[in-house]
């Protein structure tokens, strides 16, 4: 099973920063790369699709980028609402599709 | 509008099954491939089952293999899990997602969950 790895597991930050959270691959996935998006008690959402396609509706300052084993998740200004847990995921297989542990991110 | 509405979720004891129902509205459901996909509390989200549009192609996470029966019916608009032999690992909130039909395949649509408690 391909592992997927997210860093930092935590991150806090001021509203307007720009943040950053990375995600790594086991194995090269190409651009099977998704970014999802939970607060609590709610289900998740799915943010960028294909490493760097922005779901409708989702607001652009959300940007993904990579390929390959190494993807990045970067919120250019951080809004209030943003502060939420975000989930990679890979989806190269149809049998597999593997979530990161999670980046925490938290008002400072 | 998209929903899914998942049901069937609740207290169970340990060894027993419980069946998971997940109605889907607002699009042609025979046409995309679900998905159930788990939390359990405070931690992170593990896929579980996929199953395709037609119901032909099945998967499972190991975890589940050999005990969860994923399903559906296109005429009822609803896909199923079956969980049999249920421990304290199990215990966890469960999501359905549907698939979009694209080469990347991402979860495009959510649930809001149904909560398990494998407890006696």
């Known amino acids: 099973d391909i592992q997927m790895t997210q860093s930092p597991s935590s991150l806090s930050a001021y509203v307007g920063d720009r943040v950053t959270i990375t995600c790594r691959a086991g194995?090269?996935?190409?651009?099977?790369l998704n970014w999802y998006q939970q607060k609590p008690g709610k289900a998740p959402k799915l943010l960028i699709y294909a490493a760097s396609s922005l779901q409708s509706g989702v607001p652009s300052r959300f940007s993904g980028s990579g390929s390959g084993t190494e993807f990045t998740l970067t919120i250019s200004s951080l809004q209030p609402e943003d502060f939420a847990t975000y989930y990679c995921?890979?989806?190269?297989?149809?049998?597999?599709?593997?979530f990161g542990q999670g980046t925490k991110l938290e008002i400072k | 509008e998209v929903y899914l509405v998942e049901s069937g979720g609740g207290l169970v004891q340990p060894g027993r099954s419980l069946r998971l129902s997940c109605a889907a509205s607002g699009f042609t459901f025979n046409t995309y491939e679900m998905n159930w996909v788990r939390q359990t509390p405070g931690e992170g989200l593990e896929w579980i089952s996929y199953?395709?549009?037609?119901?032909?192609?099945?998967y499972y996470a190991d975890s589940v293999k050999g005990r969860f029966t994923i399903s559906r019916d296109n005429a009822k608009n609803s896909v199923y899990l079956q969980m049999n032999s249920l421990s304290a690992d199990d215990t966890a909130v469960y999501y359905c997602?549907?698939?979009?039909?694209?080469?990347?395949?991402?979860?495009?649509?959510w649930g809001q969950g149904t909560l398990v408690t494998v407890s006696s």
């Open positions: 995921q890979r989806s190269n297989s149809p049998s597999m599709y593997t």
């Open positions: 997602a549907r698939l979009r039909a694209i080469p990347t395949r991402p979860f495009d649509y």
């Open positions: 194995q090269t996935i190409s651009n099977s």
């Open positions: 199953i395709s549009g037609s119901g032909s192609t099945i």
